[in-house]
Structure formats: C-alpha cells, structure tokens
C-alpha cells in the first residue's frame, strides 16, 4: 500500500491559481495511476482529475476542465495538480489517490485517504 500525502492547499482569491503535491511513499509508484478528489462540507467526495503510469493519459471532471491540469513526476514520486482559474465553487479538501489496476475515479472504490489538503476560493 502506498502511502500518500498531499500539500500545498491554501487560501486564495477567484481567478487564482494554486499547485497541489501529493507526495508518495515506496519504490513502485510508477506502477499507480494517480487520481484527485475533493470533498466540498456536506458534499460527498467527487473525481476531479487522475494520470496514467506513464503519464500519457489525463482525465478531468467536466467542472474542471480547461482548468486545472495533472501532471506527475516518477522520478519524484510525485503527483500535481495546477488549478487556475480558481472559483469559490472550488473550495474543498483535496486528496489523491492511487491504484495499481485501474484509473481512479471512483472516490467509493478506495477505503484509506490521506488527510487532504485545504482549498479555500474567496470571491
């Protein structure tokens, strides 16, 4: 099991921009597809973006779309994710995830988080 931990939330006005990490444990990370999820208060946790392996392969929420933008570095591993464009309607806790067999998209599917990190989109 790979252990995550994602950084780089914060505070910011509409229209801004932040870049989350998410750090990753272990020697095999290359081997997870990565995903991101947020969880609005009183909102379940909802997809909003994840990579392949290799990173040639992106997905996005269509709330997102044109964007944010994910991207990992292996030798690193790392994954990110750049926001721009920030709306209040983005404020969340972000997490990421990772999966050996699939690409995460599905928040019901994963049974251990990380503790998030904030995003906060002042309007």
């Known amino acids: 099991q790979v252990q995550l931990v994602e950084s780089g939330g914060g505070l910011v006005q509409a229209g801004g921009s932040l870049r989350l990490s998410c750090a990753a444990s272990g020697r095999t990370f290359s081997s997870y597809a990565m995903g991101w999820f947020r969880q609005a208060p009183g909102k379940e946790r909802e997809f909003v973006a994840a990579?392949?392996?290799?990173?040639?392969?992106?997905y996005y929420a269509d709330s997102v779309k044109g964007r944010f933008t994910i991207s990992r570095d292996n030798a690193k591993n790392t994954v990110y994710l750049q926001m721009n464009s920030l709306k209040p309607e983005d404020t969340a806790v972000y997490y990421c995830n990772a999966d050996l067999t699939r690409i995460p998209v599905v928040p019901s599917a994963y049974d251990f988080w990380g503790q998030g990190t904030q995003v906060t989109v002042s309007s």
């Open positions: 990579i392949s392996k290799g990173g040639g392969r992106t």
